[in-house]
């Protein structure tokens, strides 16, 4: 009877000892050592194809001279619109602020007074041409790119702008404030064009009192850089 015990305790001690072993094995405590990891690269599963399609930009001119001439209509109070044409001439300081100096020329109509009178002329002929000279300040607020077509960008600005003058009219010489806004498109890397809005502001008596009149203006332009 006592050897019957004692085959069962041996046969439960060699079966606890291999679920040992087997443990060890499944948790990864046993002394074998783990395989070295694969040098090769794993194979790239997706093939990337994008085609790179070709802008050409055009970038505006090194140079920092800017040289072009404008026209378009004024509003000179009370004496009507008529045509207005002028030159610029603009030095670019940094990429955002640029000076500009301005000469332009109008011919200012009828007041409302001489045509009613049926002949009274409050200015000559002479008197009747306008004519200023500004120096303004400009900064750039919009750099921007406008898109024609799928090939094709161009380099545009939003500009604003303000500076003081002479205004030559009515016989005299007269201190000028002028500010507004622009637009400025660069066709190649030197050539713009140019939208511009200004009022011009200076006082005048003509009428028996002094007052400041607002004489409003619109032009086209074309510029070189250089």
Request: a negative charge.
């Amino acid at each position: 009877m006592e050897s019957r015990f004692r085959v069962l305790f041996l046969i439960a001690a060699m079966l606890s000892m291999t679920g040992c072993a087997a443990t060890k094995n499944l948790f990864g405590l046993g002394n074998e050592e783990a395989p070295p990891p694969s040098s090769e690269p794993p194979g790239q599963v997706i093939d990337p194809s994008v085609e790179r399609r070709e802008i050409k930009e055009p970038a505006i001119d090194r140079e920092d001279f800017e040289l072009g001439a404008y026209a378009g209509i004024m509003s000179v109070e009370d004496f009507g619109t008529n045509v207005v044409y002028g030159a610029r001439l603009a030095y670019h300081l940094t990429e955002g602020f640029f000076i500009e100096g301005t000469v332009g020329q109008s011919e200012a109509g009828q007041t409302s007074f001489e045509l009613l009178s049926g002949g009274a002329q409050l200015l000559s002929d002479s008197e009747r041409t306008l004519t200023y000279y500004n120096l303004s300040l400009g900064y750039n607020i919009l750099p921007g790119e406008v898109f024609i077509g799928e090939g094709r960008a161009y380099n545009t600005n939003l500009y604003l702008i303000a500076g003081l003058g002479s205004t030559r009219f009515a016989g005299d010489d007269r201190f000028t404030v002028n500010f507004g806004a622009g637009y400025r498109f660069l066709l190649t890397d030197s050539v713009a064009l140019h939208i511009d809005f200004r009022d011009h502001l200076f006082d005048i008596d003509l009428f028996g009192e002094e007052k400041t009149v607002h004489n409003l203006e619109g032009h086209l332009g074309v510029t070189v850089f250089f």
